[in-house]
C-alpha cells in the first residue's frame, strides 16, 4: 500500500466519499514521512528570493526523475533561495492554485531525506494557499510553469517555524531544501475539457456540459434507480487513463437519486479534492478506473457499492440511498 505523507489532512469531502469499514484504505495511517503541508497559517513576512546558495543534484537530474541532492555546503541563506532547474512550457502556477507534483525534501545541515513522493510513486496535489501548506512553497513556485524543475532552499521562518517537525526529524533550526517537479497546476474552478458524449437513455440522470467552472446541472430522471453501476462519459477527454490504484484530483457534484438533493460538491466549496481510489467507496473507484483524464463521467452508485445500510452520520444520505455524481476527472497523480 502506497503511504500517504503524514501531515496532509484529509482533503473536504473525503469523509462523505470514505470506504466504510475498508482495511484496504490507508487514509489514516501514519507513515514516517512529512509532506510541506503547514501546520498552522504564517504570519511571517515575504521573503526575499535569492539565487542561491543550494546543494548541487548529482544524479536522477531529468524531470520526473528521483533526484539524489548533495548535502549543503557552509551557512544557507537566511532568505528564501529558489531556482528554476528545468524550465517547462504548462501553464503558470498562481497563488491556491492546485499544484501537481513530484518532490524530494531534505535536511541543509545532514542531507537526510525526510520525504519524497517518487518512492510513493505517486504525485500529490497541493494547494498552494497560506495555511495548507508551508510559505516557502508559496513563495517559491508562484509564478513557476508546468513543467519546470524547482530547488529551493526554505528557512525556518517560511518553513516549520521554531517548532519544527519532530516527526520527520526537522529541528526549529533546521534549513530545507526541496527539489520540486510540477507537472500541472489547477484553479479551483478547473474543469474537464474534451468531446460531449450524447446522453440518450432517458432513465439515466443527465448532467450539464458546461466548462466554465461552474457546478453542472444534474437531472435526475422519475425512473426506477438503476440496480447496477453507471459509469458513462459525459465529457470524453483524451488524458491517460486511470488505474484502479491510481490516485486522482478531482471537481464532482453529488445528489441523491430520491429527489435529487445536493449533499456534497467540491464547487461549494471552492476547492478541489485529492485523494487514493483505494480510499473511496466502491462505486468511485469502479467507476472511476479505465476513464480517461480530461474527462466529465457521470456515476450512479447503487446502495451496495456506496454505503447501504451504514450512511454517513449527521448528512443527508439516508440508508440504501442511490448517489448520483458528476466528476470532473483533472488529474492522476
Known amino acids: 500500500m502506497r503511504r500517504r505523507s503524514l501531515l496532509l489532512a484529509v482533503p473536504a469531502g473525503l469523509v462523505t466519499l470514505a470506504a466504510c469499514g475498508d482495511d484496504k484504505s490507508d487514509s489514516s495511517k501514519a507513515s514516517d514521512s512529512a509532506s510541506p503541508s503547514a501546520s498552522q497559517a504564517s504570519e511571517a513576512p515575504p521573503p526575499k528570493i535569492v539565487d542561491g546558495p543550494l546543494p548541487a543534484i548529482t544524479a536522477g537530474t531529468e524531470f520526473d526523475q528521483k533526484p539524489t541532492v548533495a548535502k549543503g555546503s557552509g551557512d544557507p541563506s537566511g532568505q528564501l533561495a529558489v531556482k528554476t532547474v ?7 502556477v498562481a ?157 464532482y457534484k453529488g445528489v441523491l437519486w430520491d429527489g435529487g438533493e445536493e449533499f456534497d460538491s467540491t464547487y461549494s466549496r471552492k476547492q478541489l479534492t485529492s485523494f487514493s481510489l483505494q480510499q473511496v467507496v466502491k462505486g468511485w473507484a469502479q467507476g472511476l478506473t479505465g476513464k480517461k483524464v480530461g474527462s466529465r463521467v457521470l456515476i450512479v452508485i447503487p446502495p451496495e457499492l456506496g454505503y447501504g445500510d451504514t450512511p454517513p452520520q449527521g448528512g443527508k444520505i439516508k440508508k440504501d440511498s442511490t448517489l448520483v455524481f458528476s466528476v470532473d476527472l483533472l488529474a492522476k497523480l
Open 95 to 251: 497563488e491556491n492554485d492546485f499544484v501537481v507534483a513530484h518532490y524530494l525534501g531534505q535536511i541543509w545541515d545532514t542531507g537526510k531525506v525526510f520525504d519524497n513522493s517518487y518512492d510513493r510513486g505517486a504525485r500529490l496535489a497541493l494547494p498552494l494557499t497560506q495555511g495548507a501548506i508551508i510559505d516557502g512553497w508559496r513563495y517559491g513556485l508562484i509564478g513557476k510553469k508546468a513543467g519546470s524543475r524547482v530547488q529551493m532552499a526554505v528557512p525556518p521562518t517560511w518553513g516549520y517555524g521554531e517548532q519544527g517537525n519532530q516527526q520527520a526529524g526537522i529541528e526549529g533550526t533546521d534549513t530545507l531544501v526541496f527539489v520540486v517537479d510540477v507537472k500541472d497546476t489547477f484553479k479551483a474552478n478547473s474543469s474537464a475539457k474534451g468531446t460531449e458524449v450524447a446522453q440518450d437513455d432517458i432513465d439515466l440522470p443527465k448532467v450539464g456540459t458546461n466548462t466554465d467552472g461552474k457546478a453542472p446541472s444534474v437531472e435526475v430522471p422519475g425512473a426506477d434507480a438503476p440496480k447496477k453501476l453507471v459509469a458513462n462519459y459525459v465529457i470524453e477527454g483524451d488524458g491517460e487513463e486511470v488505474g484502479a490504484e491510481d490516485s486522482v484530483l478531482v471537481q
Open 86 to 92: 528545468i524550465a517547462g512550457g504548462g501553464r503558470t
